[in-house]
T-cell receptor, first 114, second 113 residues
């Protein structure tokens, strides 16, 4: 149980374009989803927290207009990196939680901006 | 802000040896989580702890929620090559579904066959 699917697993895009990453909870309803970013050899840094049907809460230093988060249903959240630049290249990981259960993570999306 | 310290930063051990790593916080937590991450993948939950003093096992893995509520330990017995990866602790005060946890910097484990 508690499977989180993230798509795509890998994406390469040109600078200035936008990229959408999907996160789905497959066998449970995720009351809350979290988006993390991880740079090589570093820990996970929380970007934002989203609850279904409400606006995401962004961590300090994370641009909400650049990283658009939509949590349209209890099983789907999307992260759109708008006008991507090479410095946005990173490993983006979503996680989902049902009520107070532990976080379960997707397999991550490796974004490379050329 | 809150920070987690995790030690050791890295470990190189012989197959069959036991492993011990720990995580400390500057704040009291009510939840400690241990994850393992392999290259190119997301973290996988190993053990979740919710009560001070709690000791929980998952196969060869055992984790404990420290009495002070500011630390947690993870032990791996009789290590095998597939134990290789980065182990992250995460902790926080979780009362509602949107309460967040913070992650430690990770312990990189290498097992020499």
């Amino acid at each position: 149980g508690a499977v989180v699917s993230q798509h795509p697993s890998r994406v390469i895009c040109k600078s200035g374009t936008s990229v959408k990453i999907e996160c789905r909870s497959l066998d449970f309803q995720a009351t809350t989803m979290f988006w993390y970013r991880q740079f090589p050899k570093q820990s996970l840094m929380l970007m934002a927290t989203s609850n279904e049907g409400s606006k995401a809460t962004y961590e300090q230093g994370v641009e909400k207009d650049k990283f658009l988060i939509n949590h349209a249903s209890l099983t789907l959240s999307t992260l759109t990196v708008t006008s991507a630049h090479p410095e946005d290249s990173s490993f983006y990981i979503c996680s989902a939680r049902q009520n107070n259960s532990p976080l379960h993570f997707g397999n991550g999306t490796r974004l490379t901006v050329t | 802000g809150q920070q987690l310290n995790q030690s050791p930063q890295s470990m190189f051990i012989q197959e069959g040896e036991d492993v011990s790593m720990n995580c400390t916080s500057s704040s009291i937590f009510n939840t400690w989580l241990w994850y393992k991450q392999e290259p190119g993948e997301g973290p996988v939950l190993l053990i979740a702890l919710y009560k001070a003093g709690e000791l929980t096992s998952n196969g060869r893995l055992t984790a404990q929620f420290g009495i002070t509520r500011k630390d947690s330990f993870l032990n791996i017995s009789a290590s095998i090559p597939s134990d290789v990866g980065i182990y992250f602790c995460a902790g926080g005060i979780m009362k509602t579904s949107y309460d967040k946890v913070i992650f430690g910097p990770g312990t990189s484990l290498s097992v020499i066959p």
